[in-house]
């Protein structure tokens, strides 16, 4: 039973409440105010509607980076445990992101795209763009760990 | 490399500059400190529980290190040009080693490691724990916006700005 085969017979809207459930549970996710989007009903289109604390320049006036890079890792993260079986949160192992350009004072979206899940590592793509999908603000991509490791409570207790 | 050391823009008006300007720095209560024995620049970030990423509030999400090794490299790239200049983040990629835990500050310690006409290399360290374990590791580089480059007299010992 790989992920794999899982992802292929998660129906659209399980997939999404898992995301909403997921994006929930983590504290920072929630105060960010990371959301997804109502509509398309049938996708997963991540939301982070704009907010005053998230500027990193006022003189632009920008959105800072390292807000950027958060809303993209917990879009990937939130799509990755929306696949997994086991409840076992994916751990993020590494993260690559590419500004393209600066990010103005509007609400963000992201999608991400799974480019392999494996048994134990997953590679997510995670596209973010403003006003137009087709200009993208930042382009980035993760590594999830999605196995059980020695951080799970879980695991930790079994010691 | 004394030239450069004498016109080193100061930690305290870093300080000024980063505590007054960035929203985001103020809302997950980033603070610049005096640098590191080894000259690198420093940072922290005491831990709160909307900062994690876990419901049981252990570790602190991985967005906030990145946030935090993001705006260090910048203020390590203040600190190697000596002045302000408008910079922006081209790349960056960051390395988690282990969770950061939420039992003490979060540390970050950065250093611009080349600089060229146009382009900043840097990278940072985070370090989080009693122990002050590294916990991740940041790569980057920034754009110096090319409006600052064309002030040759600000910075008229640097021979690469003629």
Known sequence: ?159 | MTARSQMEISIEDLSRLFAQHVPHGQDIGMQMDAPSADGRTRMHIPPQPFLSGDASANFFFPGVLFSMADAACGMAVFRALGRYVPIATIDMRIDHLAPATMDADLVALAECYRMTQSIAFVRCELLCGPQLKVVSIAVGTFMLQSRSAKKPDINRQDTRQQ
């Open chain 1, 1 to 159: 039973m790989s992920s794999t085969n899982d992802q292929d017979i998660l129906d659209p809207q399980i997939t999404r409440d898992r995301v909403v459930a997921t994006l929930q549970a983590m504290p920072y996710a929630r105060h960010l105010g990371i959301r997804l989007l109502a509509e398309p009903a049938d996708s997963t289109v991540f939301h982070l509607p704009f907010d005053g604390r998230i500027i990193g320049n006022p003189t632009l006036p920008a959105i800072h980076g390292g807000v950027v890079a958060t809303f993209m890792q917990a879009a990937a993260l939130a799509s990755t445990y929306a696949l997994m079986r086991e409840d076992v949160p994916p751990k993020l192992v590494d993260f690559s992101i590419d500004y393209l350009s600066s990010a103005g004072p509007t609400d963000l979206f992201a999608k991400c795209e799974m480019h392999r899940v494996g048994q134990r590592i997953a590679s997510v793509g995670i596209r973010c763009w403003q006003k137009n999908s087709d200009a993208l603000v930042a382009l980035a991509r993760a590594h999830m760990f999605v196995a059980p490791s020695a951080s799970d409570a879980s695991v930790m207790e079994a010691f």
